[in-house]
């Protein structure tokens, strides 16, 4: 474990959740304020995001039952090759390891109850 200073603090920047009904679950997000459109990222389903200066929020159809992994976190990490090399000497299983991408650099790993966290740095 490493400390942090105030400003290395993780910010959340994304959340994925997982809805039967799409249609109703935007419905319901709108009514708290968030504003949605239609997206697609290459051959992945289609779904709904909103997105703001601070984070997105994606709302995915749920096929069949709830899967183990329904819920997908991001965080915009300070010090990104110090928190894989950490997380590496932890044995954390990766679903993706650091590459660069439009958002920067990414990486996708599992936390206890199997969850996705995708972790961005600059």
């Not at 239609?38 to 994606?58: L, T």
């Not at 000497?89 to 996705?116: E, Y």
Request: glycine fraction near 6%.
């Amino acid at each position: 474990m490493f400390e942090t200073t105030k400003s290395q603090i993780p910010r959340l920047n994304f959340v994925a959740i997982l809805s039967r009904d799409l249609e109703r679950s935007v419905h319901f997000y709108s009514l708290i304020g968030l504003s949605f459109v239609k997206h697609r990222h290459g051959n992945g389903p289609e779904h709904y995001s909103s997105e703001n200066a601070s984070y997105v929020f994606e709302i995915y159809p749920a096929i069949g039952h709830q899967p183990e992994n329904a819920v997908r976190v991001g965080f915009c990490i300070e010090g990104f090759d110090r928190v894989f090399d950490v997380l590496k000497k932890a044995d954390i299983s990766f679903v993706s390891n650091p590459k660069n991408s439009q958002w920067g650099r990414r990486m996708i790993v599992l936390d206890p109850d199997k969850n996705r966290v995708e972790l961005i740095g600059p």
